[in-house]
């Protein structure tokens, strides 16, 4: 049975509680984001500017799951179509590196662009991760786009939740030396 949970934007205090869960999540993107090569570094890095807004691993993005008074999971998601403008601070940072700054944008217009979807490790076959997914059509639908979409790994044991929840393979991306599956999910218009 599923716990009784609440979902709520992030606030800055989640940083904590956000970065290492985001980065145990996208891993080697994260790496290319932040110019580190080490998960423990990037989540480092993720969590000093976690309470920074205009990029897409801010708070500001994000949306926490709560059961028991607990973060339990989040989702990072944004408008596709600014994807170029939340990578900026990123490029930025890796240019004051001295390292190339070609970050691929993962966003496409038209979509609510679900960057990170995470539940702890001790909660999960709870079926928080498909509330999460609710949640962000309906985030979806409220900001006016019609459909959400996302990139998944082959390998990743999400993708059977991904598709339960409606969502379908429309082409594959390579990021960050890996290959990714596009997958979207149309919303319905929130009801008036």
Do not use: C, K
Not at 50 to 57: C, F, S, T
Not at 69 to 83: F, N, S
Not at 140 to 152: I, Q, S
């Amino acid at each position: 049975m599923t716990p009784p949970v609440l979902i709520r934007p992030a606030t800055p205090d989640d940083a904590a509680f956000a970065a290492p869960l985001i980065q145990a999540t996208i891993g080697r993107i994260s790496w290319a984001l932040t110019g580190t090569q080490s998960d423990e570094a990037a989540a480092q890095v993720i969590q000093a500017h976690w309470a920074q807004p205009g990029h897409r691993l801010s708070f500001a993005q994000t949306r926490v799951l709560e059961g028991r008074g607990q973060p339990l999971g989040l989702a990072v998601a944004y408008p596709g179509a600014d994807a170029w403008a939340l990578d900026e601070p990123w490029r930025a940072r890796l240019r004051a590196l001295g390292q190339p700054d070609d970050i691929e944008s993962e966003g496409t217009p038209g979509e609510l662009y679900l960057d990170t979807l995470a539940v702890v490790p001790n909660a999960r076959g709870q079926g928080l991760g498909a509330r999460l997914l609710a949640d962000t059509a309906h985030w979806a639908a409220g900001l006016g786009l019609p459909r959400v979409g996302l990139l998944v790994e082959a390998d990743n044991p999400a993708a059977r939740l991904y598709a339960r929840a409606g969502f379908r393979p429309v082409g594959t991306r390579r990021l960050a030396g890996g290959t990714y599956t596009h997958l979207v999910r149309p919303v319905s218009p929130p009801s008036e």
